[in-house]
């Protein structure tokens, strides 16, 4: 069964100081990964697309990476305005789930001044 | 562009009522979803749309549930009648390439 698994469910962290999320995927084929940023009474907003292995992109304070079974973002020196739940979803590569986003639960972070 | 565009914001209905959620997708996108999130289950797939025409709608949970998309710019998801686990918010998106594109969401309240 094609299943998308974030953690951790929620992470506190001091301003500045840097982690990552984890995705990780278990889908018979991986079309792309995508993640999102969810602010609260807001819908989910565009962050990443990554296609293969290896891949890394990067905006700002954010890079995500790909391997076979998983996608990291990591967070370097964040800030508050960084506080928010971040998405991961796969789009397979066959039949009719080429058209669906399957979503993890998220990862609710918190940066404190 | 305005982005998706999604209303009612909020809805409080009472049980057995009849609800209707509508979205206007981005123009020139051909593909258009509804998603419900909830704390429990995350967000999930209700059915899709791919020019106007339903293609997956397997994710919709009862007969309850009815989605159309009369035409390219509109789209409605109707509940009837709405129960109290129906609360939830619903997203409509769009697509256009891997560009998918969220709305603000309508939260529903059944009580």
């Known amino acids: 069964e094609d299943q998308v698994t974030q953690s951790p469910e929620a992470l506190r962290l001091q301003e500045g100081e840097s982690s990552s999320l984890n995705c990780s995927y278990t889908?018979?084929?991986?079309?792309?990964l995508f993640w999102y940023r969810q602010d609260p009474g807001k819908g989910p907003e565009f962050l990443f697309t990554l296609y293969s292995a290896g891949e890394e992109k990067e905006k700002e304070r954010l890079k995500a990476t790909l391997t076979k079974k998983e996608s990291f973002l990591h967070i370097t020196a964040p800030k508050p305005e960084d506080s928010a739940t971040y998405l991961c979803?796969?789009?397979?590569?066959?039949?009719?789930?080429?058209?669906?986003?399957?979503f993890g639960t998220g990862t609710l972070l918190a940066v404190q001044p | 562009d305005a982005g998706v565009i999604q209303s009612p914001r909020h809805e409080v209905t009472e049980m057995g009522q009849e609800v209707t959620l509508r979205c206007k997708p981005i123009?020139?996108?051909?593909?258009l979803f509804w998603y419900r999130q909830t704390m429990m289950r995350g967000l999930e797939l209700l059915i899709y749309?791919?020019?106007?025409?339903?293609?997956?709608d397997s994710g919709m949970p009862e007969d309850r549930f009815s989605a159309k998309m009369p035409n390219a710019s509109f789209s409605t998801l109707k509940i009837q009648p709405s129960e109290p686990r129906d609360s939830a918010v619903y997203f409509c998106a769009s697509r256009h390439g891997d560009g998918y594109t969220f709305g603000s969401g309508t939260r529903l309240t059944v009580v």
């Open positions: 123009s020139g996108h051909d593909y």
């Open positions: 979803a796969v789009r397979m590569n066959y039949g009719g789930a080429t058209n669906k986003l399957i």
């Open positions: 749309f791919n020019n106007n025409v339903p293609i997956d």
């Open positions: 889908v018979s084929g991986l079309r792309g």
